[in-house]
């Protein structure tokens, strides 16, 4: 009795520590979005008289996308720390204890009806990928920006000596633009993977000098606006815009929008732009915000659209291209994606392994336990063999039994580990079927490793030489092909066990 409560004490012990340990990683994270926070307001508040903008605050929008792209951080102690954060911003600024209240107060408002509205969307949705997602985003963006009109018809007449009208819809206006230029960036912010040295150069590898040609135009439409000028040269990258929406991903033109936005903003106040335009008019600065930044928003609902047509045309790819029972690639989209990661390795100079692998005695299984205890056996067999991949290795069901991997940037050496642990796997792996008997199976496997081809077809009849030798020598073996003889060995092939 004693020996169990000095165990259920360590365990308590234990308990405690792990529960103490997950509640100071969340201070840690809240106290750091709130850094952040406070970093962003002293950005916006330090910003607003070089660009000539006293509507520019992007720390709503910031606090707002947080909070939305990673819920997370939708904590009771984020929400304090970071409201503390507004105030400590105005603080040091020199603001007021009332104008500081006052303005903050509505800060955190706006951002609450926002979110309550958003926090309620699919997560596709808010990011942007959804049929229906602009218009969720744009109603929350409302809904923030009418509660902000709502603090300015009492704040406007007591701290800035206006009209409860003018604070009403200057700060709607405000909050709307705002929420507008600065928000897509942190819904369409990539996962972290996206950020991996691997992924960049993937996407580097997919770049082109076409991929470029909607940037170029935007940039010379741009420089056409500034040589032309006139009321309609905020207008005249619009095309471009459209087409940036339409080639890049909407990361990318979120970036490109934004970056538009601050730009023509920043150009026309410093006469760039709209020469004869009064901006120290509230009116004229209200409407050329309003209207530039509903400009820059358009390609991201653009992007939006065409996000969600490509979803959807990738799920019937999948259905198209995957094979139904395994989920492994059909033979035709194997040799399509195997021969793609074949081409990029022989790019950048690096050796691409191919395999071919065949159940052994798999005609055996499918007399004895039928056609769908064959297909049990198949389907565990590709849920190992995806396990031991990588998953930047392509994976295909190219025969009945028959399987194939392209294994990218893979010697010889790393992949007989792979093949050896495909074997051991499988050798010690049990498929219960459905009726309660246990099947186990072996497969055989030939490995070919290429440097400069760039087509599957010599590499796969070499796998498919070695994968027949494997099963000759006595399966349940890997074998690989090699073009120079070994001693003692049949030419052509290093013999593996």
Known sequence: MIGSRKHDGREELASAARHADGAYEHVRIDTAFAISLFAVCLIGIKAQPHLGLASFWPANAYMLGMLVRFPRLNTSSAWILCAIGFVMADLITGASLARNMALNGGNLAAIGAAHRLLRAVSQRDRRL?????TFHILKAILAGSFVAGLFGIVANPLLFGGTSGEGFLFWTVTELVNYVTFLPLLLTLPEARAWTFSAMRDRLDQFSAGSALPLIALVASVAASIAIGGPGAGLFPLPALLWCGLAYNLFSTAC??????????????????????????????????LGVSLVAFTPIVLGSMAAARDELLQRLRMLADRDAMTGLYSRRAFIEAGTDALRKAARRGEPTAVMMLDIDHFKSVNDRYGHKGGDQVLTVFASILQGAVRSKDVVGRIGGEEFAVVLPDCCS??????????????????ATLENGEAVQVTVSIGIYVEHMDSTLEKPLM????????????????????????APSQHRGFAVHQ
């Open 129 to 133: 990928k959804g049929q229906n997602s």
């Open 462 to 485: 070499y796998a498919d030489e070695a994968l027949y030798r494997a099963k000759n020598i006595g399966r349940d073996r890997f074998e690989i092909w090699t073009q120079a003889p």
């Open 256 to 289: 490109i929008s934004f970056i538009f936005a601050i730009w023509t903003i920043f150009a026309g106040r410093m006469g760039i732009l709209w020469s004869g335009a009064d901006f120290a008019s509230r009116a004229d600065l209200i409407s050329i915000r």
């Open 413 to 430: 050496i790393n992949a007989a580990s792979v093949a050896e642990r495909i074997n051991r796997t499988l050798r010690s792996t049990v």
